[in-house]
């Protein structure tokens, strides 16, 4: 099955640093890639749609300078988390669409952040 | 705003089907339903999903009512390793895609 790598899975940064987390679509292209995050015990809530060669699609409250999107190819995509504090402390989970009508979406394994 | 509702949390016993139920009564016609599984810590994995047809793969089966307002995803013979946040999801359409938003999910557990 179609495989989605995020990396990295795991990262721990200071205040005011700034983290690039990376998604790659392994073996189909994917002009679609969505960014997720999750606090503890909840639910996914949809951050963004990335869109290759274009802008991303921010979700109504979420903030397009705080983290930053990139999908400068048909593999990958990539959210920048800048200046970060320690309310950005989440799990971010990035997914793919193969684009087949009516398909799934793939998901990556996560990205564990934690802002001391 | 998640399109769905489900029960927070449910159990059964191994080796017995699990049926997890799921409200989508404002679903459109042309909207998909899908189920994913979240184990602790992971990225979500597919299960199945389906536009009004029953489907049947070699996880599950998922039943959608005749007026498509719910859905049941049935997991035939559970194993403890099915423990899991279960998410009725439905696809709504987005720009010239589609986006998948999740609900606040199941949290099923399989007893010994």
């Known amino acids: 099955g179609a495989v989605v790598s995020q990396h990295p899975s795991r990262v721990i940064c200071k205040s005011g640093t700034s983290v690039k987390i990376e998604c790659r679509s392994l073996d189909f292209q994917a002009t679609t890639m969505f960014w997720y995050r999750q606090f503890p015990k909840k639910s996914l809530m949809l951050m963004a749609t990335?869109?290759?060669?274009?802008?991303?699609?921010?979700e109504q409250g979420v903030e397009k300078d705080k983290f930053l999107i990139n999908h400068a190819s048909l593999t990958l995509s990539t959210l920048t988390v800048t200046s970060a504090h320690p309310e950005d402390s989440s799990f971010y989970i990035c997914s793919a669409n193969p684009g087949a009508r009516g398909g799934k979406l793939f998901f990556g394994s996560g990205t564990q952040l934690s802002v001391l | 705003d998640a399109k769905t509702t489900q029960p927070p949390s449910m159990d059964c016993a191994e080796g017995r089907a699990a049926n997890l139920p799921c409200n989508h009564s404002?679903?459109?016609?042309?909207?998909?339903v899908y189920w994913y599984r979240q184990i602790h810590s992971q990225g979500p994995q597919y299960i199945i999903h389906g536009l009004k047809n029953n489907e049947t793969n070699e996880m599950a089966s998922l039943i959608i009512t005749e007026d498509r307002k719910s859905s049941t995803l049935i997991l035939p013979h559970a194993t403890l390793r099915d423990t899991a946040v279960y998410y009725c999801i439905v696809r709504v359409a987005a720009d010239s895609s589609y986006k998948l938003i999740f609900g606040s999910g199941t949290r099923l557990l399989v007893r010994p």
């Open positions: 404002t679903i459109s016609g042309n909207e998909y």
């Open positions: 990335s869109n290759e060669g274009s802008k991303a699609t921010y």
